[in-house]
């Protein structure tokens, strides 16, 4: 009795502290439109020295003891807003921020906290306001996120006619691109000269280049996270543009004011349209070349508790060619399309929860022939992916983000049909099925003032399943029947010590898995990159990074400075063999080769 009596005497201050603390939470929206701010900041400044962010979808929440605080509200290109609170009991807060009314002359690229640059445990993470993306210069009047993106340190073009683009050093395909958290297997208009995202229907667009957090995976170099605008749920507005080879329109407005929105925006290009008349009468009649893109959002809010997405995207290239000289003749659409439906709920002022069932589809096509002769091939992605992830705030400057993942692959690579007259060919080339899944865990939380880090660990598992024919004993698998099973173990870390209140120095280190893998055949002049899965022939790639640098800010925050060094190694990097002649009839893992980088 005596020492269950010394027990609770020992706990009783942490008691008694839980007993005093409260928790301030709410919601940051832009005044005009009701969109909620990714990445606000919130900061205390009586008694200062503590602050948070939102969340993807505009929350915040901080523990704090009983008492009075004084907090500012800030979020780039928005006018600071200032409340004062009385914390006696948790405390809901919804803050709705204006626009600046002076607009600056330069373009300015910034992570989302003013200090960020200094006190962010993560690396290399940068977010890009899609106002400044607009007054960069664009090719043909087309605004383009990814190549803003590519204007960044450490990002290279793969090059004109090519979608792709290196960061540090890796492939492009080791990106990963989100819209909406859907992936987006080929990010390219037009040979790669434009990317497939519309800026008039962006919210947010976030790069991150450094140490990849635990909630994102499957690729080994960066993620480009894009977000869709939710749509004005204040009022109805239209806008659009005329460019040299592209118009675009967007409408967005309230369903039910102050509670559901919608937004739809629509491009299209018409250059050859226009050349049609001339085109008339030549050899080179019903040649033609388009691309389009739609993206369509709504949301609705049921309660401040929760709250439901749904967003589409649907985009596509179509090439004709007509040589009608010689009999010849190609057609050559691709494209992707992407939905995505998403739930927040909010289980309390701690603790916030998304849903999500997410589908995306890549396909690649080509038809064409001369006389009696025609070849047809298809390559394509198409993915079912389900994820629940969890936020959760146990206390000022203290988050956690936990949550499972799982999607299903199917991969249709080059599939070949021939005829010549008569006579008929195809390759027999099924479609690859696998399942992939993750659970991740995710702290960041401060040790001092001085320290602060960005702990994560992510085990991920991909499974090939058949229907199957094993190319090294001839096993026949049935639908569903497991093949092969990869697992991996994620660890990541980053960290930052403050030297002052201007200057730091970070670290980190990330290790990833990668078991999808895009395969280019530099002979073709074609856009025919093929995806394969990872499966008894071809091991996941596996990439291991360091990252160390100095941060400074100059002139209280206005002007940023850092010095990064990084050295990453890559395991079973997959390319084709040497002197290798693209060959329709070959199965396509008999024609790769492995190494390092």
Known sequence: MKKILLIL????????????????SGYLRDAATGETLV????????????????NAYGFYSLQLPTGAYE???????????????????????????????????????????????????????????????????????????????????????????????????????QNLVLLDEAVVYNSGHLLGFFSVFNADAIKNTTLIKGGMPAQYGGRLSSVVDIQMKEGNNRYYSVEGGIGAIASRLTVQGPIVR?????????????????????????NFEGTNYYFYDLNAKLNYRFSDEDRLYFSTYFGRDVLKFRGNFRDFYFDLPYGNAT??????????SQLFMNVSAIYNDYDFSFDGGQGDFRIGLFSGVRDWNGKVDFDWFPGAGHKVKFGVNYTYHQLTPNVATATNGEQTFTNDFEPRYAHESAVYLLDDFSLGRRLSLNTGLRLSAFTQVGPYVSKI?????????????????????????????????????????????????????????VWVPSSELVK??????????????????????????????????????????????????????????
């Not at 102050?258 to 008339?280: C, G, I, V, W």
């Open 258 to 282: 102050d509670r559901s929105s919608f937004m739809l925006s629509a491009r299209r290009t018409y250059a050859l349209d226009l050349a049609q008349p001339f085109l008339k009468g030549t």
């Open 71 to 173: 907090l500012v509200f800030t979020y780039l290109g928005y006018e600071p807003q200032e409340a004062s609170v009385v914390l006696d009991k948790d405390v809901r807060l919804n803050i709705a921020l204006e626009e600046e009314s002076l607009q600056l002359a330069e373009v300015v690229v910034t992570a989302r906290e003013e200090d960020e640059n200094v006190r962010g445990t993560q690396m290399g993470t940068v977010g890009l306001a899609m106002d400044n993306v607009k007054k960069l210069p664009a090719l043909m009047g087309e605004v383009d996120v990814l190549k803003a993106i590519q204007l960044l340190p450490g990002v290279l073009s793969a090059g004109e006619g090519t979608s792709g683009f290196y960061v540090r050093g890796g492939g492009p395909d």
């Open 9 to 24: 005497i020992l706990l009783s201050p942490i008691f008694l502290t839980a007993q005093d603390k409260h928790t301030l």
């Open 339 to 348: 939905a995505t439906l998403r739930w927040n709920h909010l289980f309390s």
């Open 39 to 54: 990445g606000a900041n919130i900061l205390l400044q009586k008694p200062g020295g503590q602050g948070t962010t939102t």
């Open 473 to 529: 004993d001839s096993a026949v698998y049935a639908d569903g029947e497991p093949v092969k099973t990869y697992l991996g173990l994620e660890p990541r870390l980053s960290l930052t010590w403050n030297l002052s209140a201007n200057a730091s120095v970070k670290g980190g280190v990330t290790l990833a898995n990668q078991y999808l893998h895009l395969v280019s055949n530099s002979t073709s002049t074609l856009p025919a990159d």
């Open 540 to 597: 996941p790639q596996i990439g291991l990074q360091y990252a160390l640098g100095f941060f400074r800010n100059f002139a209280d925050n206005m002007l940023e400075g850092s010095l990064e060094v990084y050295y990453k190694d890559l395991r079973n990097q997959i390319d084709y063999r040497e002197n290798y002649v693209d060959n329709v009839a070959n199965d396509l893992e008999a024609e790769f080769v492995f190494g390092k980088g």
